[in-house]
Structures are given as C-alpha cells and as structure tokens.
C-alpha cells in the first residue's frame, strides 16, 4: 500500500531554518506531483507548496521555502527559512497523479501522510 511518511518537524525560533522530508513508497513516484500542505489549529488545510515539472508556492511562503525532490529516493523535501510564527502548523505531504497537475485543493489529492509538527516560537 501507499505510505507517505514525513519527518524533520520541531520547535524552533523565529528566523530559523527547518527541513521536512517525505518518504513515499508503494508508488511510482515519478508518475505523481508531491505537494506540501499545513494546518494550524482550528484552521482549515492549506497548500504551501507543490512540484511536478515545475514548483509552485503559496505566497505566504515565496522566498522563504523550497520544495523539492529526489526521484530515484522517493523523497520530497520541504526546506524552511526565515520562519515565522505564523508558520506554526502541521506539515503533511501529497501525492496526485502527475498527469493532473499540482494543485492546491485538498481535495484533489489521492495520498497523505500523517504529518509533523512545526512549532515556531518568537
């Protein structure tokens, strides 16, 4: 079966750097976009940040983190800059078939992972 498996969550301070990893299998990865969303408390999921042929970011996030990925180790990173508070959440990643596209809908998305948790303080 598909898992997706997410790690590199802490607590940091505010300006700090943080790297999320996405480990997939059970899947052609390279047949899928791989996508990072968040959600902090009482909020509603959000997309942050996709790849697939190309990258694409939510504007909060532009500047500030990277996505990307490593075809041949099934994994999709998220590397974080500049963090802020409001940047608190849990981080899930997702995959949807390549051919669809990134998207930012939850919905639109086939697997998650279960998350990790950033904490950033200022």
């Known amino acids: 079966q598909v898992q997706l498996v997410e790690s590199g969550g802490g607590l940091v301070q505010a300006g700090a750097s943080l790297r999320l990893s996405c480990a997939a299998s059970?899947?052609?990865?390279?047949?899928?976009?791989m996508s990072w969303f968040h959600q902090a408390p009482g909020k509603e999921r959000e997309f942050v940040a996709g790849?697939?042929?190309?990258?694409y970011y939510a504007d909060s996030v532009k500047g500030r983190f990277t996505i990307s990925r490593d075809n041949a180790q099934y994994t999709v990173a998220l590397q974080m800059s500049d963090l802020k508070p409001e940047d608190t959440a849990g981080f899930y990643c997702?995959?949807?078939?390549?051919?669809?596209?990134?998207?930012?809908?939850?919905?639109?998305?086939?697997?998650w992972g279960q998350g990790t948790q950033v904490t950033v303080s200022s």
């Open positions: 997702a995959a949807r078939p390549r051919y669809l596209g990134v998207s930012t809908s939850v919905s639109d998305y086939t697997y």
């Open positions: 059970g899947l052609t990865f390279s047949a899928y976009v």
């Open positions: 790849i697939g042929g190309s990258t």
